[in-house]
């Protein structure tokens, strides 16, 4: 099923760090997957992707040199590692999976339940 469960959220200082993961009951060798977030009061934004041809990445700049995206094609499971939190790195996370790579659609049918990551001091 192309649904992911998100997880490794918690709360965690500026300047600290997370690891979350999504990880799918499907192989996801077909799709490329993004990471996206929502702050409240705000849209969601994607803040990552990776291609399943050829594992390139792409990042918004607001995290670019911060966090990093990976995934394990065995474990049908996708990483954000997050460094240097800030505050405004605030969220509730989510992966959704593309159709034909990140410049394609996402499949509305892989959206999660989200894993919230909160960076206060």
């Known amino acids: 099923q192309l649904k992911f469960v998100e997880s490794g959220g918690g709360s965690v200082e500026p300047g600290g760090s997370l690891r979350v993961s999504c990880t799918a009951a499907?192989?996801?060798?077909?799709?490329?997957v993004g990471w996206f977030r929502q702050a409240p009061g705000r849209e969601r934004e994607r803040v990552s992707c990776?291609?399943?041809?050829?594992?390139?990445?792409h990042y918004a700049d607001s995290v670019k040199g911060r966090f990093t995206t990976s995934r394990d094609s065995a474990e049908n499971t996708v990483y954000l590692q997050m460094n240097n939190l800030k505050p405004e790195d605030t969220g509730v996370y989510y992966c959704a999976a593309y159709g034909l790579g990140c410049s394609g659609y996402v499949r509305e049918e892989s959206w999660g339940q989200g894993t919230e990551v909160i960076v206060s001091s």
């Open positions: 990776i291609s399943n041809t050829d594992t390139s990445t």
């Open positions: 499907t192989s996801l060798i077909y799709y490329a």
